[in-house]
């Protein structure tokens, strides 16, 4: 009887210890110090040189401590502690696509993070129309560093955001191209293609001999949208997707149409293989790092996937999208974009948080490229050695004249989300590519008159 | 024992704590949800009294009213599945099956307990056509279908098929258990008899055996039914709501029109809908359970 009392008292313990397992405090990611300091800055003093000004800085982001934008920042604010010993970055990871909804609930209630990603226009509009974030030039202008980054930057990031000044900062500096698998094209007698007609003979060539011509990742739905996106701005120039984003022009433009139907087309004549909605990125970059596909469209982030590749080698080139026949756009019009761009949050920001964006940012583009092959538009304060791939890339950003945009860039969401969910069924024949631009028309109409 | 369940206050003092937890995680957020309703925007942010142009613009709105007709037609297939097939694997295990019962039965009640989004992985594997063939398409061209493989999730006509097996799969165990135990109840004597009067397997089961499982069977249409109206993980794990919308529910939109299209408002009248909606459905079957005055 006793040892029943005792083995229930016991579990009663266990029971009522189990219900506040789920109180635990924000998880703490690995910070670049240890243990984290009070938000607020005491008042600075100095020991020894150092400036010993207590500051957490809060950073909501969607990488690893040691991906891209959070390696980044961990690892130049451990070299800012040299002397602000007391400054540490804590970061919070979240799912991408958890980002936007974590970012409202935050800005509701007033608690937004210090500097955080952001990877929607929209919800960077709520931001800027509420007050919730920095100017990012004018913090940048503040802090005395506003040569880190090049003019053509804060003009590119306000076009995407649709503002006069640039608002966001930005994390990466990526192009989007075809990779194409240089053995397969010399096995297959083929050379890279730079108009559309050379292009679809290269893939019914490549085709017929059996070689499934291009990985298409139609599964995240953004990797179709992109092809007809690059195909509306080589015939119609790189301000046609301004301008559908804006409303001026109609999905239901007969150059549209057409892009949508040599796309539909491309999947009936099998370039895209079997299952083209059921190929995700992951699936898509497999088939390309084994040969099992000639060709990707994707941007310059896949060289990650090709240096960690035992099997590629210097195997991949990379080439521009097809011209059309008098197209307004040209060869050097590509679709650029900076990464997920970087917020700086209003409410919490201080003289501390500026002079650690004094220091950073300037140094950014050279820790990313030394440290993690990324590549950034911010200044280069050294030279670098570069990878292989890295310098392939560098040397197609050589020949950028013109910026191109996706189709979908600065939709409202549920427009964005109605382009890319019915680019699927538009793959398949299930629905045509006049329907398709239908859809996505008066999904843009409603979506912009709401605004 | 009288004494204590006659006594108000000790009736109060059991019921109440639970009742405050209920009334503050349903109630409050159902009522607090009601509210938002004739609310636009972000709680907080920029949210605005509209009135009631929400319950307008879900009236108008097409995308809502195919997720709610997907919804129905996967309903229909789902619980049609889970139910009918759960009859017929308790009538296996009752009169099919002379040895193994408790194996089988452990076999079938496996799926049951393993987590919807493990489920939808394995589908997904299972269904896959790239970068290889999954184990479906692999039999396909193993039996000489190959010219019949393709990405079953990946196309419109195939995809909610393919959702409604993996539920049919994972739940099937559950109605099975739970019919055997109705079966289990039902005196031998009646079947005995039954036999002696010369009814066949057929009338056996549609004379006896149904009528007396009937209660069993409404509760677990009542299960089936509501849970299949507010599906939510099993479908994101399989498809997303892809490919375009074909397997998109009214769950999913409302949390996408909420949390994606940041319309708390808007994404509050879905939620009422699906609750009115699952209420209406409950409603018809407790018509039925009472007109039958089997409870």
Same mark, same amino acid.
């Given at each position: 009887?006793?040892?029943?009392?005792?083995?229930?008292?016991?579990?009663?313990?266990?029971?009522?210890?189990?219900?506040?397992?789920?109180?635990?405090?924000?998880? =703490?990611?690995?910070?670049?110090?240890?243990?984290?300091?009070?938000?607020?800055?005491?008042?600075?003093?100095?020991?020894?040189?150092?400036?010993?000004?207590?500051?957490?800085?809060?950073?909501?982001?969607?990488?690893?401590?040691?991906? @891209?934008?959070?390696?980044?920042? @961990?690892?130049?604010?451990?070299?800012? %502690?040299?002397?602000?010993? !007391?400054?540490?970055?804590?970061?919070?990871?979240?799912?991408?696509?958890?980002?936007?909804?974590?970012?409202?609930?935050?800005?509701?209630?007033?608690?937004?993070?210090?500097?955080?990603?952001?990877?929607?226009?929209?919800?960077?509009?709520?931001?800027?129309?509420?007050?919730?974030?920095?100017?990012?030039?004018?913090?940048?202008?503040?802090?005395?560093?506003?040569?880190?980054?090049?003019?053509?930057?804060?003009?590119?990031?306000?076009?995407?955001?649709?503002?006069?000044?640039?608002?966001?900062?930005?994390?990466?500096?990526?192009?989007?191209?075809?990779?194409?698998?240089?053995?397969?094209?010399?096995?297959?007698?083929?050379?890279?293609?730079?108009?559309?007609?050379?292009?679809?003979?290269?893939?019914?060539?490549?085709?017929?001999?059996?070689?499934?011509?291009?990985?298409?990742?139609?599964?995240?739905?953004? !990797?179709?949208?992109?092809?007809?996106?690059?195909?509306?701005?080589?015939?119609? !120039?790189?301000?046609?997707?301004?301008?559908?984003?804006?409303?001026?022009?109609?999905?239901?433009?007969?150059?549209?149409?057409?892009?949508?139907?040599?796309?539909?087309?491309?999947?009936?004549?099998?370039?895209?293989?079997?299952?083209?909605?059921?190929?995700?990125?992951?699936?898509?970059?497999?088939?390309?790092?084994?040969?099992?596909?000639?060709?990707?469209?994707?941007?310059?982030?896949?060289?990650?996937?090709?240096?960690?590749?035992?099997?590629?080698?210097?195997?991949?080139?990379?080439?521009?999208?097809?011209?059309?026949?008098?197209?307004?756009?040209?060869?050097?019009?590509?679709?650029?974009?900076? !990464? =997920?761009?970087?917020?700086?949050?209003?409410?919490?920001?201080?003289?501390? =948080?500026?002079?650690?964006?004094?220091?950073?940012?300037?140094?950014?583009?050279?820790?990313?490229?030394?440290?993690?092959?990324?590549?950034?538009?911010?200044?280069?304060?050294?030279?670098?050695?570069?990878?292989?791939?890295?310098?392939?890339?560098?040397?197609?950003? %050589?020949?950028?004249?013109?910026?191109?945009?996706?189709?979908?860039?600065?939709?409202? %969401?549920?427009?964005?989300?109605?382009?890319?969910?019915?680019?699927?069924? =538009?793959?398949?024949?299930?629905?045509?590519?006049?329907?398709?631009?239908?859809?996505?028309?008066?999904?843009?109409?409603?979506?912009?008159?709401?605004? | 024992?009288?004494?204590?369940?006659?006594?108000?206050?000790?009736?109060?003092?059991?019921?109440?704590?639970?009742?405050?937890?209920?009334?503050?995680?349903?109630?409050?957020?159902?009522?607090?949800?009601?509210?938002?309703?004739?609310?636009?925007?972000?709680?907080?942010?920029?949210?605005?009294?509209?009135?009631?142009?929400?319950?307008?613009?879900?009236?108008?709105?097409?995308?809502?009213?195919?997720?709610?007709?997907?919804?129905?037609?996967?309903?229909?297939?789902?619980?049609?599945?889970?139910?009918?097939?759960?009859?017929?694997?308790?009538?296996?295990?009752?009169?099919?099956?002379?040895?193994?019962?408790?194996?089988?039965?452990?076999?079938?009640?496996?799926?049951?307990?393993?987590?919807?989004?493990?489920?939808?992985?394995?589908?997904?594997?299972?269904?896959? $056509?790239?970068?290889?063939?999954?184990?479906?398409?692999?039999?396909?061209?193993?039996?000489?279908?190959?010219?019949?493989?393709?990405?079953?999730?990946?196309?419109?006509?195939?995809?909610?098929?393919?959702?409604?097996?993996?539920?049919?799969?994972?739940?099937?165990?559950?109605?099975?258990?739970?019919?055997?135990?109705?079966?289990?109840?039902?005196?031998?004597?009646?079947?005995?008899?039954?036999?002696?009067?010369?009814?066949?397997?057929?009338?056996?089961?549609?004379?006896?055996?149904?009528?007396?499982?009937?209660?069993?069977?409404?509760?677990?249409?009542?299960?089936?039914?509501?849970?299949?109206?507010?599906?939510?993980?099993?479908?994101?794990?399989?498809?997303?709501?892809?490919?375009?919308?074909?397997?998109?529910?009214?769950?999913?939109?409302?949390?996408?029109?909420?949390?994606?299209?940041?319309?708390?408002?808007?994404?509050?009248?879905?939620? $009422?809908? $699906?609750?009115?909606?699952?209420?209406?459905?409950?409603?018809?079957?407790?018509?039925?359970?009472?007109?039958?005055?089997?409870?």
């Amino acid at each position: 009887m006793n040892t029943k009392r005792v083995l229930s008292a016991v579990l009663a313990a266990v029971c009522a210890a189990s219900a506040f397992a789920g109180c635990s405090a924000k998880k =703490l990611e690995n910070s670049s110090s240890d243990a984290a300091a009070p938000a607020e800055s005491s008042a600075a003093s100095q020991e020894g040189g150092a400036d010993t000004t207590e500051r957490v800085i809060h950073h909501l982001t969607v990488w690893d401590d040691n991906q @891209n934008t959070a390696a980044v920042l @961990n690892g130049l604010t451990a070299e800012y %502690q040299k002397d602000h010993p !007391g400054v540490t970055i804590e970061n919070e990871k979240i799912a991408q696509n958890d980002l936007p909804q974590k970012i409202m609930i935050l800005a509701s209630s007033n608690s937004l993070p210090d500097i955080f990603n952001s990877d929607r226009a929209d919800t960077n509009a709520s931001l800027i129309k509420s007050g919730q974030i920095k100017n990012a030039s004018e913090v940048l202008k503040e802090a005395g560093v506003e040569s880190c980054l090049p003019e053509s930057v804060y003009q590119g990031l306000a076009n995407l955001q649709g503002t006069d000044e640039m608002w966001v900062l930005p994390t990466e500096n990526n192009i989007e191209a075809i990779w194409y698998n240089k053995k397969i094209f010399e096995e297959n007698g083929v050379t890279v293609p730079t108009t559309w007609d050379e292009f679809t003979a290269v893939c019914d060539t490549l085709k017929n001999n059996g070689v499934q011509p291009i990985a298409l990742f139609a599964k995240g739905k953004w !990797g179709a949208t992109r092809w007809i996106a690059n195909m509306t701005f080589r015939r119609l !120039g790189v301000q046609s997707i301004v301008d559908i984003n804006d409303g001026v022009l109609s999905m239901s433009d007969p150059t549209v149409v057409d892009s949508a139907k040599i796309l539909q087309d491309m999947n009936t004549k099998g370039y895209f293989g079997e299952g083209v909605n059921s190929v995700d990125e992951d699936i898509a970059y497999e088939m390309m790092l084994g040969g099992k596909a000639a060709m990707c469209y994707t941007g310059s982030w896949f060289t990650e996937r090709l240096e960690g590749s035992d099997t590629i080698g210097e195997d991949m080139g990379l080439m521009a999208f097809p011209t059309f026949p008098d197209g307004k756009g040209s060869a050097g019009d590509y679709l650029c974009h900076y !990464g =997920l761009t970087l917020c700086i949050g209003a409410q919490n920001y201080d003289d501390a =948080l500026r002079d650690w964006i004094a220091y950073v940012f300037p140094r950014y583009g050279d820790y990313a490229l030394e440290n993690l092959g990324l590549l950034t538009p911010y200044t280069m304060q050294e030279e670098h050695e570069t990878s292989y791939y890295t310098q392939l890339v560098l040397d197609e950003m %050589q020949k950028v004249t013109g910026t191109g945009a996706w189709l979908e860039f600065k939709l409202p %969401q549920k427009a964005s989300s109605t382009v890319e969910d019915n680019v699927q069924p =538009l793959l398949v024949s299930e629905i045509t590519p006049e329907e398709y631009c239908q859809i996505c028309d008066e999904a843009i109409k409603t979506e912009l008159a709401k605004q | 024992m009288d004494k204590l369940l006659r006594d108000k206050k000790a009736i109060a003092a059991f019921v109440l704590p639970a009742m405050l937890v209920y009334a503050c995680i349903v109630l409050v957020p159902i009522v607090w949800s009601a509210t938002y309703t004739v609310y636009d925007g972000v709680p907080g942010l920029d949210f605005r009294f509209v009135g009631s142009q929400n319950f307008t613009t879900l009236f108008r709105d097409r995308d809502f009213w195919m997720a709610v007709t997907t919804n129905l037609k996967y309903v229909a297939g789902v619980v049609t599945g889970q139910i009918g097939l759960g009859l017929l694997l308790a009538f296996m295990l009752m009169f099919g099956l002379r040895s193994h019962k408790n194996l089988v039965r452990t076999i079938l009640f496996f799926p049951v307990v393993l987590p919807s989004v493990a489920i939808g992985q394995m589908f997904v594997k299972i269904l896959e $056509i790239q970068p290889q063939y999954g184990l479906f398409n692999s039999l396909l061209e193993v039996v000489g279908l190959g010219a019949y493989a393709k990405g079953w999730l990946g196309e419109s006509s195939t995809a909610l098929i393919c959702c409604i097996i993996a539920d049919i799969w994972k739940a099937m165990g559950l109605y099975a258990t739970l019919f055997y135990s109705g079966l289990l109840d039902i005196p031998g004597d009646v079947i005995e008899a039954s036999q002696i009067d010369g009814a066949t397997g057929p009338q056996r089961v549609r004379y006896i055996l149904l009528p007396m499982l009937k209660p069993i069977i409404m509760m677990a249409l009542v299960l089936s039914m509501t849970g299949t109206l507010k599906v939510f993980d099993s479908i994101y794990a399989l498809t997303g709501g892809g490919p375009g919308n074909a397997t998109r529910m009214p769950t999913m939109y409302m949390q996408t029109t909420a949390f994606v299209y940041q319309q708390y408002g808007y994404g509050s009248t879905i939620a $009422i809908f $699906i609750m009115i909606e699952c209420l209406f459905f409950s409603l018809i079957i407790n018509k039925l359970l009472s007109k039958d005055n089997t409870i």
